[in-house]
């Protein structure tokens, strides 16, 4: 089946612009996860959801990043007024319960914001 | 310190020599996996090792796992230049109730030349 996928592939804005990054799970996962990756270091940690909820959003910078999954398939990440230490990677992974599975990364956005 | 702490942080060798990289972590965990990258962009599975395992293999990779001495090493037997990549471990912690977010290390960038 399909995996996890994250449109757009490249992003670039300009400071202070509103952005929103989109990740479809793979089908049938109920946790999904965001990850952001700055250069030259691993991934960090975001927001996990269980379904519709946000189980965790402790990850989450500051109150400008935002996360919705309304249906418990597609999430959106949504960044307002973005700042240029806002660029980085954004991975999405998805797992299919939660709790110890294993999680599968999508290829993540690279945003750029200038 | 981060959990999930790779060494060494680069590692060259020639192609049918085996690679060894650890990692080294400081809480309880659930499980620990480890996941390659090529380029900065999405991650690969390769490997979930659990708590109460302590080694594992799939085709050419070896995982150990020791909690006592809280380290993991992941070796690459007869390397291929394909094997070029970052590689890192991630750990969810005990602690982590609300699912398993995991916590990357910096990750080991790993060059097999031809």
């Known amino acids: 089946g399909a995996g996890v996928s994250q449109t757009p592939s490249n992003k670039v804005t300009e400071k202070g612009k509103y952005v929103e990054l989109r990740c479809d799970p793979i089908s049938g996962h109920t946790a999904l996860y965001w990850y952001r990756q700055s250069l030259g270091q691993g991934p960090e940690f975001l927001i996990y959801?269980?379904?519709?909820?946000?189980?965790?959003d402790s990850g989450l910078p500051n109150d400008r990043f935002f996360a919705v999954r309304p249906e418990g398939s597609v999430s959106t990440l949504k960044i307002q007024r973005t700042e240029r230490g806002d660029s980085a990677v954004y991975l999405c992974?998805?797992?299919?319960?939660?709790?110890?599975?294993?999680?599968?990364f999508g290829p993540g956005t690279r945003l750029t914001v200038l | 310190s981060q959990q999930g702490e790779e060494d060494p942080q680069a590692l060259s060798i020639q192609e049918g020599e085996n690679a060894t990289m650890n990692c080294s972590y400081k809480t309880s965990i659930n499980n620990l996996q480890w996941y390659r990258q090529n380029s900065g962009r999405g991650l690969v599975h390769l490997i979930l090792?659990?708590?109460?395992?302590r080694e594992k293999h799939s085709g050419r990779l070896r995982v150990t796992l020791d909690t006592s001495k809280k380290s993991s090493s992941l070796l690459i037997t007869a390397s291929r230049a394909a094997d070029t990549a970052s590689y890192f471990c991630?750990?969810?912690?005990?602690?982590?109730?609300?699912?398993?977010?995991?916590?990357f290390g910096e990750g080991t960038q790993l060059t097999v030349n031809p």
């Open positions: 959801f269980q379904g519709t909820g946000a189980a965790d």
């Open positions: 992974a998805s797992s299919l319960v939660g709790n110890t599975d294993t999680q599968y």
């Open positions: 991630a750990t969810d912690a005990v602690e982590e109730t609300s699912g398993s977010r995991l916590t």
């Open positions: 090792i659990r708590s109460n395992e």
